[in-house]
């Protein structure tokens, strides 16, 4: 049930990244403003809200109608302290008063390439693939990020983690496979990526991505995406198998 959950929501939360770079319009009948995001979600406008549902049967296939797992997905736009409504590159200081940012570059030193909290002087360009791990456990919120055979270690101090990773050198593809081992959200801020593509694995635990580029190319409000998948056949009050959010962009007319 849990591999099969996890499974579903994967493949969605990639659907749905994967379209972010286009342009929606929505569509209004009989009053009620609906959105078409991929081929198979359809969104209902609520407020500044956009809400949807997908059914999928014990396989985890997708199907029309209600079966063993629902998936409900929100779109809710992010917003500053005053209310305002952040699009692409815009951010709020207020909401990050309380977080313990540890920022990391990854750089090429040597031909190789490293993890390290201060940018060295002496840097090149990482022209291969890489694959970056990033670990939270325990009670001190310890966080462990390794890139090849190089570990940084950091003890989190604060009631909301956030990872910055500067990835300006890399010109190559990037994966960053996450697992948090805490019930404390973890924020993962992708910086400078220019070339090559990013790919995010969460693993485990609730992770909320962020996505800024000196590139300027993308555009649109900023979403926190909010996606919970259900047992049906379980009956008690919290049936909920598997849960995760993320940050992304869309442009919608």
Do not use: W
């Not at 190559?172 to 801020?189: A, F, H, M």
């Not at 300027?216 to 926190?224: A, C, S, V």
């Amino acid at each position: 049930m849990k591999q099969i959950s996890t499974l579903i929501g994967k493949q969605t939360s990639e659907g749905i990244k994967s379209v972010a770079d286009k342009e929606f319009k929505t569509s209004n009948k009989n009053g009620i403003e609906t959105l078409e995001l991929t081929d198979n979600i359809n969104f209902t406008k609520s407020g500044q809200n956009y809400n949807g549902e997908l059914y999928f049967d014990d396989q985890g296939n997708l199907v029309n109608n209600r079966a063993r797992y629902t998936m409900e997905i929100e779109l809710k736009p992010k917003t500053s302290g005053d209310g305002t409504i952040l699009s692409l590159d815009e951010v709020s200081d207020s909401e990050n008063k309380q977080v313990d940012n540890y920022i990391v570059y990854i750089v090429g030193v040597n031909g190789q390439a490293r993890a390290v909290e201060a940018k060295p002087s002496n840097t090149s360009n990482i022209d291969t693939n890489q694959t970056i791990d990033i670990k939270v456990e325990g009670d001190s919120l310890n966080c462990a990020i390794k890139i090849g055979q190089n570990t940084l270690l950091h003890d989190f101090n604060k009631d909301k983690i956030q990872i910055t990773i500067d990835l300006k050198y890399c010109m190559k593809d990037v994966q960053i496979n996450v697992t948090n081992e805490t019930k404390t959200p973890l924020n993962l801020c992708m910086l400078n990526k220019n070339v090559g593509e990013i790919t995010v694995v969460n693993s485990k635990g609730i992770l909320n991505e962020y996505y800024r580029s000196d590139a300027g190319n993308k555009k649109g409000i900023l979403y926190d995406v909010l996606m919970t998948i259900k047992d049906e056949r379980n009956e008690d009050e919290n049936n909920t198998v598997f849960e995760t959010s993320f940050v992304q962009n869309f442009d919608i007319k």
